[in-house]
């Protein structure tokens, strides 16, 4: 079967730096997403990896090894309002997202 | 400005009630798409359409139904069939089927009374 797996929950203090980590499964695979989703609302789209490496975007970075089916993502100078859920999906052969569970990133002051 | 519309943002079904929820877009994408989302966890792909007047069934489509009669609308129907909608629904579009990039709607949340 298709499956990503993240961890659920990660705590971090404000101004530090955090990774969230994903792991895939799927039947053929294009590239990973990444969104983010704040309580009560909708997702909104962070990032994506289709090449192996690091992609930067200001404070939060995207990382793929597609020979060890991983990628993660990077996020530097935490502030309170990147408190959210965030969500890994990978593209699979027939163009369509299968989405991960979600972490949710709880920030301290 | 451009976006997703999605209504109405609360839907109460009655047992045995069909229901049927809304979602306009106007960023002239091609691609449409209809999550389900649960209480923790991710999304689950219930139709997509990547053209008007086609459509195809994803993970969880039993119990849904929808059309693409125009560009801009891809309303879904929450059946009768379907035994457990309470749920938050969101639609979604991408430029073309190659949806790395998706914009979503607002979301929908259905309650069963």
């Known amino acids: 079967g298709q499956s990503l797996e993240q961890p659920s929950e990660v705590t971090a203090v404000e101004g530090a730096i955090v990774q969230i980590n994903c792991t895939y499964q799927?039947?053929?695979?294009?590239?990973l997403s990444w969104y983010q989703q704040h309580d009560g609302g909708a997702p909104t789209f962070l990032s994506y990896n289709a090449l192996d490496g690091l992609e930067e975007t200001g404070r939060f970075s995207s990382f793929l090894s597609r020979s060890d089916s991983y990628g993660y993502l990077l996020l530097q100078e935490l502030q309170m309002k990147d408190s959210a859920s965030y969500f890994c999906a990978a593209m699979d052969s027939n163009y369509q997202l299968i989405w991960g569970a979600g972490t949710k990133l709880i920030i301290k002051p | 400005d451009g976006g997703i519309t999605q209504s109405p943002k609360y839907l109460f079904r009655k047992e045995g009630q069909n229901v049927t929820l809304s979602c306009e877009q106007n960023l002239n994408h091609d691609a449409m798409y209809w999550y389900r989302q649960d209480p923790g966890q991710g999304l689950r792909l219930i139709y997509y359409?990547?053209?008007?007047?086609?459509?195809q069934k994803g993970d969880i489509a039993e119990g849904y139904s929808v059309s693409r009669e125009k560009k801009e609308s891809f309303p879904l129907t929450v059946t009768s069939a379907q035994k457990n909608p309470t749920a938050f629904y969101l639609c979604?579009?991408?430029?073309?089927?190659?949806?790395?990039?998706?914009?979503f709607g607002p979301g929908t949340r259905l309650l069963v009374l």
């Open positions: 359409s990547q053209i008007v007047n086609d459509f």
């Open positions: 799927t039947s053929g695979f294009y590239g």
């Open positions: 979604a579009s991408s430029l073309d089927r190659v949806g790395e990039t998706q914009y």
